[in-house]
Structure formats: C-alpha cells, structure tokens
C-alpha cells in the first residue's frame, strides 16, 4: 500500500527565513509525485511534477527535488503570500487505476 | 475556462437526507474523480470515472454513488447522509493517458450532516 508522510504539520516562518518541507512515500512503481498548494476554503492548486530520483524543479520561491524515498520542497526567502497548506502526493502503478495518495499536509506561515 | 466547478459550496444535512453534489468541468477532461477531505487526514479517493459511461470504486465508496452520462459532469450522490459523511468533498479531473498528469480541483463542497 503506497504510504506519504509529511513533516512538519506545522511550520512558521519570518519573512526571509529559508526553509524546507519534506515528503516521505513508500510506493510501488513511482508514476508521480506531485505538490500542491491549497489555501482555506479552496481546492488543492498544482504545483510541481516530479518522475524520477534527482529531478528537480523550481517556480519563483520554491523548489522541489526528490529521491528515491522523499521530496523536499525548498522555500526560498519566503514572502507572507507564500502562507498555506503544502500537499505531498504519489501515483503508483498498482492498486486503483490513477489513485493519489496524499500526505496530510504542511501547514506554512509567513509573518512579517 | 472555468476549469472545475463544484456545487453547492455549503450544505446542511440531517441524517437520512439524500442529495447530489455537482461537479462538471470545461476542460475536456476524461477522467475525473471524487476525494473527501477531513481534518488529519490526506484526501481520500471515493470514485472516479476514466470516461463517460465507466465509473469504478475508490479507497472509501460506501454511502456515495457515481454516475457519468457526459464528458463534462461527474455528479456524487449520497443516498441517505451519515454524521460520518460530514467533510469537504473535491472533484477532481485531468486528461486521460499513462499516469503523472495532475489533477485539476475545484473549491470543494463543504457538509455537515447533523
């Protein structure tokens, strides 16, 4: 059974002070593992794809890497805009068709 | 594009009750797929379908039904609402193809069932 863990549940952050997020997964058959932003009282926003252990992608303040047994989500002097809840999830090649399995969750603030 | 819609945005239950939430996109997407959401908990998959017509089970399907007759709507149907059903419920699509696309959400619905 494909398994995410994220950590920490809850993070605060200065404006400026540079974190990471991370997401641990168990899977068989990595097909994904995707990042999402979702902000109170709205729907998971996609962030990032990763496919393969060393790839890694950026998009403004953020940056996702992964290996073969996590994903971290690198913030990069990190701006109140920036506060919301990080999803962590995968899709692996057994089990129910297109199924993503999602972590519970990074919860951001960003403070002045 | 409006992309994912889901309605309503509230709903008050009491148990026993019925009703349908509504989902449809404008995107064209084949498949599309249901996920409830509840405090310490990831989302959860509770049906999708990979095209009209073809709807199939997910992680968590009791107390819900499905339907596709179009492309464009995916409705969920509770048939007789539990306190156990109260959540925030998303729908969810993208294309059709080989695994690693994402999905597109809508804004949820959020029930209480009392």
């Known amino acids: 059974e494909d398994q995410v863990t994220q950590s920490p549940e809850a993070l605060r952050l200065q404006e400026g002070e540079s974190s990471s997020l991370n997401c641990s997964y168990t899977?068989?058959?990595?097909?994904?593992l995707f990042w999402y932003r979702q902000d109170p009282g709205k729907g998971p926003e996609f962030l990032f794809t990763?496919?393969?252990a060393g790839e890694e992608k950026e998009k403004e303040r953020l940056k996702a890497t992964l290996t073969k047994k996590e994903s971290f989500l690198h913030i990069t002097a990190p701006k109140p805009e920036d506060s919301a809840t990080y999803l962590c999830?995968?899709?692996?090649?057994?089990?129910?068709?297109?199924?993503?399995?999602f972590g519970t969750g990074t919860r951001l603030q960003v403070t002045l | 594009n409006a992309g994912v819609t889901q309605t309503p945005k509230f709903q008050v239950l009491k148990t026993g009750q019925s009703m349908t939430l509504q989902c449809a996109q404008d995107?064209?997407?084949?498949?599309m797929s249901w996920y409830r959401q509840d405090p310490g908990m990831g989302l959860r998959l509770i049906h999708y379908?990979?095209?009209?017509?073809?709807?199939d089970q997910g992680e968590v399907p009791n107390g819900y039904n499905v339907s596709r007759s179009t492309t464009e709507d995916f409705p969920l149907r509770l048939l007789s609402a539990a306190p156990s059903q109260t959540s925030v419920y998303f729908c969810?699509?993208?294309?059709?193809?080989?695994?690693?696309?994402?999905?597109?959400f809508g804004n949820g619905t959020r029930l209480t069932v009392t």
């Open positions: 899977v068989s058959g990595l097909r994904g």
């Open positions: 999830a995968v899709q692996g090649s057994t089990g129910t068709a297109s199924k993503l399995t």
């Open positions: 990763l496919y393969s």
């Open positions: 969810a699509s993208r294309p059709r193809g080989t695994g690693g696309s994402p999905l597109h």
């Open positions: 995107m064209n997407h084949e498949y």
């Open positions: 379908s990979v095209g009209a017509g073809i709807t």
